[in-house]
């Protein structure tokens, strides 16, 4: 069983989302600390890039004051092995596919895998083109995570058939950010993955309260959440652990009685 796949075996999951380095490598690594305490269940952990397409404005904006803060992918490795000296929680890298390319595939793949982390998400990687870094997560042991959008029922299955780790349901078309309202068919797009594949079906974009987050996790295995929380760390900087993991705490607590 795969680190990821037992961060659902107690039930529904809880999955926040940090950039590494906003506002500091530090606090990041105090962030993962505090939201592990809280009760999240898998962390993603951000990899700023310079142009990262699918993020909205919050997120864009930290990816900016991470980089520069000049934060290199080769200390986002290092931040890893501390942080896996003090706990096994599942974590994910969730970057794009340039930063991957840059740092040489291989390289970075195996790397991620050494130190520790348990999957991989390019949300700019377009299922055809996957087989340029599938391969070597299958080698390291990296899951491959895949998304899917509100799009064809036929790409949803045949996405479904080769998912590793968990399916990222992404809620809404367009990119990251908090949203009043999420309209698509949640549980329609569950069952589609399901009918293929039984894999953990977590669903993200756009959810930012407990009523959400319950409603969401109500119709698939889980919730992750990005954007506001990545507000907190902007809003509080270097103090921001704390009203972090007070609002993690009520999400997870919702997402758990889901």
Do not use: W
């Amino acid at each position: 069983m795969s680190k990821i796949s037992q961060a659902f075996a107690r039930g529904k999951a809880f999955i926040p989302f940090v950039t590494c380095g906003d506002p500091s490598l530090e606090v990041t690594e105090q962030l993962v600390y505090a939201m592990t305490d809280a009760g999240a269940d898998l962390i993603e952990l951000g990899i700023p890039f310079s142009d990262p397409t699918a993020e909205g404005p919050v997120i864009q904006a930290a990816n900016v004051r991470a980089l520069s803060g000049g934060v290199t992918t080769d200390q986002i490795f290092d931040m890893v092995r501390r942080i896996r000296q003090k706990t096994d929680i599942p974590m994910v890298f969730m970057t794009y596919a340039n930063v991957v390319f840059s740092y040489g595939a291989e390289k970075f793949i195996q790397t991620a895998a050494e130190t520790g982390m348990d999957g991989l998400i390019l949300p700019d990687l377009p299922y055809e083109e996957k087989g340029e870094f599938d391969p070597l997560c299958k080698q390291y042991g990296l899951d491959l995570v895949s998304l899917i959008a509100p799009t064809s029922h036929d790409r949803i299955r045949m996405i479904a058939r080769e998912a590793e780790g968990f399916v990222y349901c992404v809620s809404s078309l367009g990119v990251t950010g908090v949203r009043s309202s999420i309209t698509t068919d949640i549980g329609a797009m569950v069952q589609l993955v399901k009918e293929e594949r039984d894999i953990p079906c977590a669903v993200g974009f756009g959810i930012s309260t407990p009523v959400q987050a319950a409603e969401m996790a109500g119709k698939s295995d889980g919730a992750i959440v990005g954007s506001a929380i990545v507000k907190l760390c902007a809003q509080y900087g270097a103090d921001c652990a704390p009203h972090v993991a007070a609002y993690v705490r009520e999400m997870a607590q919702a997402v758990h009685n889901a």
